[in-house]
Nanobody, 122 residues
Framework: VQLQACGGGLVQAGGYLRLSCAASGRTFSSYAVGWFRQAPGKEREFVAS????????YYGDSVKARFTISRDNAKNKVFLQMNSLSPEDTAVYYCAANSRLAFRESKWYDFWGQGTQVTVSS
């Protein structure tokens, strides 16, 4: 499966963005999808993940209650709604997929999108 993330941009602190991850392939509904982010000089961080049918979702501690992951398998898309953004959320955001479970660890994901930049100004 091929993934393409989009929706990033520059936003002020307290604002919101909605990222999209578009997938190719007819079996998208068989893949769990995760969002990860990486800021300059920092390790890649788990943001959120969703199971193949959307029944289970998981969030990193730093984004819990602010971010929401969802998916529309009919449109082969996964979304990340990001609210109450802060400068600490500035990073390149990646979506990734695997055919097993909605893991928190990036090493279990087999397919990665190219990333979209999110910049939050103070």
């Amino acid at each position: 499966v091929q993934l393409q993330a989009c929706g990033g941009g520059l936003v002020q602190a307290g604002g919101y963005l909605r990222l999209s991850c578009a997938a190719s392939g007819r079996t998208f509904s068989s893949y769990a999808v995760g969002w990860f982010r990486q800021a300059p000089g920092k390790e890649r961080e788990f943001v959120a993940s969703i199971s193949d049918r959307g029944g289970s979702t998981y969030y990193g501690d730093s984004v819990k209650a602010r971010f929401t992951i969802s998916r529309d398998n009919a449109k082969n898309k996964v979304f990340l709604q990001m609210n109450s953004l802060s400068p600490e959320d500035t990073a390149v955001y990646y979506c990734a997929a695997n055919s097993r479970l909605a893991f928190r660890e990036s090493k279990w994901y087999d397919f990665w999108g190219q990333g979209t930049q999110v910049t939050v100004s103070s």
